[in-house]
């Protein structure tokens, strides 16, 4: 019997879960402006999503949206759009004067985005982007055998998941740390101008690639 091969498959998605994407970005990018628990909150919602990713990538999902392409083009085309807007806000926010800025960072303490907020701007982020079904199908097709048990399957999705929230959660505790969030408020307009610029690149690149199924 062949056995799961655990080893490429927690390569395989560290590498993807860990590079620079929208999930990473939008965790970089809250967890600066609005705190920890927010940055954690919003974390714990891409972590929900990667769960669902999972077990639908270990259960099947991928092969629906392999034979319904309209339903992977739909998909995309919301988490597009959601990424530009996600450069339009941080593109105006960049573009706000030093006393405006002043001014929200003065209230940013006392009117933070909501824990709930950040948690579903995370989980829409994570579930409107399909392509992690098709990345995660290919991993499994790769690292797992055909005659593999539901035991095997929910350990890899165990292990999936813990490393998922390892990476996730430790960004968010990364770039909530003081000393990195001064000096994000001291060169504030350019990191914003720096996540409009990839948060644009990243919804206009999955606008613009075609889909091979």
């Known amino acids: ?24 970005l939008s965790i970089a990018s809250t967890s600066m402006n609005q705190g920890r628990l927010q940055g954690l909150a919003l974390a714990s919602g891409i972590l929900t999503g990667s769960v669902f990713w ?8 991928g092969a ?13 085309y919301v988490g597009a759009v959601y990424l530009l807007f ?13 006393s405006d800025t002043s001014k929200m960072l003065a209230t940013l303490e006392t009117k933070p985005m909501s824990s709930r907020a950040a948690y579903f701007r995370g989980l829409a982020i994570h579930l409107t ?3 992690a079904i098709l990345f995660l199908g290919s991993l499994f097709a790769m690292g797992m055998p055909s005659s593999v048990s539901t035991q095997g399957l929910l350990s890899v999705i165990v292990l999936l998941t813990i490393q998922s929230a ?17 000096g994000y408020f001291k060169m504030k307009r350019g990191f ?9 690149t990243a919804g206009i ?9």
């Open 205 to 213: 690149k999955i606008l613009l690639s075609k889909v091979n199924m």
């Open 1 to 24: 019997m062949q056995e799961i091969h655990y080893v490429l498959i927690l390569i395989g998605a560290f590498v993807a879960m860990a590079s620079p994407g929208p999930a990473t």
């Open 64 to 76: 629906v949206l392999y034979a319904n392409v309209w339903l992977f083009e739909s998909l995309r």
């Open 86 to 98: 996600l450069a339009y806000k941080s593109c105006r926010s960049a573009m706000t004067n030093k």
């Open 129 to 131: 982007n399909p392509k």
């Open 192 to 200: 914003d101008a720096a996540f409009a610029l990839m948060f644009g």
């Open 54 to 61: 999972s077990c639908s990538a270990a259960f099947g999902l």
């Open 166 to 182: 390892c990476i996730n959660l430790g960004y968010a505790v990364l770039f909530s740390n003081p000393r990195i969030r001064q």
